[in-house]
């Protein structure tokens, strides 16, 4: 007995030692990320870091999750004293990054191509399907953005405009609006994710669906389109990070499982329903050029790289639209002076007939993108996005004094540093944005600093599809707006409180693949 008490007690000194020696290597290696980096450059320590969104809050000096930065804003840098500060973690890996809200450091990173490429490793999640020109780099990003820029033209945006305008139209005639004075939506979300996905299908793939049959589920399909693409878009990390076995013990991560299934031969179906018209000589749409680049004899594109780009745009096609259009909404609601400017612009342009112009006169509608800006400001789709050094450098970012006065500060960057620009850090900076926090879309009706405005990015990576995305938006925004006034759906809990109190209640989000508002409960009354 005596010796079985021994040996386990040996057994345990063994194992903890073990524990203790990975904790010090871990702890070491930490140490000296964090010290290759600029060593007077103020930051933040956690234990455990996680990139992705969990809805947890910071434990400080223990737990920091992605969520972390979209909370903080600026914060981070005013308590800093400068425009950069660093990221250290010890697990799940040893490592540290700059997280960087300078204007003039972020465009030296991101029209630096070669000395800061993106960490393609990062989005591998975004893969899912396939390779696509989110989740590549170098050649391979190359090759897919020549496969898709033929596709975004002025041609298509007219397209896009014309069919979005028709959407909404049709919207209005259905029996949930059509001569009601007052339309009650408990979540914004449930109008404009069916618009989004009703323009991406008629647009980019001449997939023609009304209103009355948007939750029908076609033969040979167990869901409806909708369903799987919004379920598929929002747990993307179940299918991608969880074993098969796992997914199996749980009702939801199934139901998601089986809505990657169901996307997947949606998508099959679509580009064989293109490919059929193309070889029709029926009309070209906004992604035939991308079905065509399939059999290009020079860079053909494999069938796992063209669903996996097909997959890209339908997300981004209908999740940033309808998420910004939900917080534009939700901040017009709030803000009921500048959504009276923004309805005497639009009906100074279509008239009494409430006639909406054709896409040439979209460059009219001044203030319409002025507003879909601020929102996209405030609420920008993707809060941060990742490049790493590929060689030892130097930054020069902006500090300040006590005094208040600023002063350029040189950071030494090692090779292989993580990099995050964060794109909440910029668009709430007070140095290039007057009172950051409110809601001011004349800031964008003359000279506004580009540069510290980044819901595109920029560079050679900026979006492809940012021409697509503001014709939809603004033609969603003026139509609606030419018809109805928007209120808030006052909840009992939220009577007696301030406009920015009841817009931290009513746009409450948190960052998935995109700033996603959790519940934005609205009133449209006919005008």
Known sequence: MEVLRTVAEHQALAAAGVVLFFVLRRWIAFRTVVGAIGPNLPGYRSLIGLPIPLPIRRIPGVLVTGRWLWEQRFKPYEDAGVDMYTMGMVFPTARAGLTVGDPAVVKEITMSRQRFPKPTRIYRVLSVYGPNIVSSEFEEHKKFRKAVAPSFNERNNRLVWDETVKIVLGLFETPDWKGKSAVHIDHCIDITLPIALFVIGAAGFGRQVSWEDDDSTPPGHTMPFKEALNIASLNIHVRALLPKWLIALRSTWRHANIAFDELYLYMKEMIQDR????????????????????????????????IGNVFI??????????????????????YEDEQEKLYQQIKSIVGPEGIIPGYEEMQRFTYSLAVF??????????TTFAKYAAEDTVLTTTATNPDGTHYPKQVFVPKNTNIGVNVVGLHYNPRYWDKPNEFRPERFMGDYPRDAFLPFAAGPRACIGRRFFETEGLAILTTLISRYKIKVKDKPEWVGLSVEEKREKLLQCRPIITLTPQQVPLIFERR
């Open 373 to 382: 800006y601020e929102t996209l400001r405030l609420y920008p789709p993707v």
């Open 275 to 306: 490919k059929t018209s193309l070889e029709n000589g029926e009309h070209v749409d906004l992604f035939s050029g991308l079905l065509e680049s399939a059999d290009d004899p020079v860079a053909p594109l494999t069938d796992d790289e063209l």
């Open 313 to 334: 745009f339908l997300v981004a096609g209908h999740e940033t639209t309808a998420h910004t259009l939900a917080f534009t909404f939700g901040l017009l609601a709030l």
